[in-house]
């Protein structure tokens, strides 16, 4: 029998940047490879390169750092398919486990105990045709829908879609017959660094008072680009 093996990029230990689950002490696990490409991208370097360990491996370094919080990341992490044992090894060893996707794979077979964290891509992302709205089906209160937002039109994007005014068959070029559906988890709306001001996106919220979370990339404001943190 084969032994299951992942593209690794890196492994490292630092805070939690972003969801609700920031400023946690954390265990990151980014994966190589992603079939979209973001125009702000910042993991560029995890598209390629890694290297090749199994499920082993990744558990004895994850092990290492002596932390109960882990997160999968890229890149986009379902894009290897061995990424779903990797997640359902982690929980069986009794972490506290969450993955971050971009939507554009199936979240479905996920295992139920890891938090998703779904990265919903905006226009000016130039990849927002990439979104798989079927996945808004499965959302659960423990998972959690990010948007990251480049622009007033971006905003004016994400505001109709949480308040359920956009067509699927609209947004997503299908002939699906109802609007998006009522979210039941958290959404985070996020500026991108250093193209939309922090400060314009949270007076807009206020202005229209959204029940969303804004938020900003810790990691950043704490060591800029600094890769492994």
Request: net charge negative; proline share 5%; charged share 20%.
């Amino acid at each position: 029998m084969a032994v299951a093996a992942l593209r690794i990029s890196e492994i490292f230990y630092s805070l939690q940047g972003e969801s609700t689950r920031v400023g946690l002490p954390t265990v990151f696990i980014r994966l190589t490879g992603c079939p979209l490409r973001c125009v702000w991208c910042d993991t560029t370097y995890a598209f390629t390169g890694g290297e090749t360990l199994t499920l082993d491996d990744i558990l004895a370094r994850v092990t290492a750092f002596d932390c109960p919080t882990v997160c999968v990341t890229g890149g986009e992490p379902l894009a290897q398919a061995n990424c779903l044992p990797l997640l359902t090894a982690l929980c069986d060893a009794g972490y506290s486990v969450s993955l971050e996707t971009s939507g554009a794979l199936d979240i479905g077979k996920v295992d139920a105990r890891v938090s998703r964290i779904v990265d919903l891509k905006a226009p000016d992302s130039g990849e927002a045709d990439k979104n798989r709205w079927e996945n808004f089906e499965l959302l659960r209160a423990t998972d959690e829908l990010k948007i990251v937002l480049a622009s007033r039109g971006d905003y004016e994007w994400a505001k109709a879609l949480i308040a359920g005014q956009h067509e699927m068959s609209a947004l997503a070029g299908c002939n699906a017959p109802h609007g998006v559906r009522q979210i039941p988890c958290p959404v985070l709306f996020s500026p991108v660094w250093d193209r939309l001001a922090p400060a314009d996106l949270a007076q807009w919220i206020l202005d229209d008072r959204l029940n969303v979370r804004f938020q900003l990339q810790l990691h950043k404001m704490l060591w800029k680009e600094s890769r492994g943190r």
